[in-house]
């Protein structure tokens, strides 16, 4: 099942501010609702403790400032998030368990973060 862009509120992952920044805007630009923006993994793991927690989608850089986001990416799996790595890592950094996370590079084509975004929900 295909969803509509007002469907998805994605949380972004994302270290470097102007990048966090553009997504936010290339995103809403495109009627998906941005719920929050962290530069941090320990940032990330008390979002996802939150109880008004809502995002159902994660966007998220495979480094972050204070270490690797592979740690939180099974237990966002596990809660049925849409997880996409948005990163200049390239396929090889990540865990062969993970190798199933859409990956879109940086420069981010954000035409093809929305379509794996889709496909994950």
Known sequence: MTSNPSDLRVLICEDEYLLAADLVSELE???I???GIVPTLKGLLAE???PDFNANAVVTDVSLLDGPVFSAVQGMLDRGLAV???TGYVEKD???KFAHVPAV?????IDALVAALH???
């Open 105 to 109: 590079g940086k420069p981010t084509d």
């Open 33 to 35: 609702e941005v719920t």
């Open 84 to 86: 996409v790595f948005c």
């Open 94 to 96: 990540i865990p062969a």
């Open 29 to 31: 630009l495109r009627g």
């Open 119 to 121: 496909r994950q929900r």
């Open 48 to 50: 996802l403790d939150r």
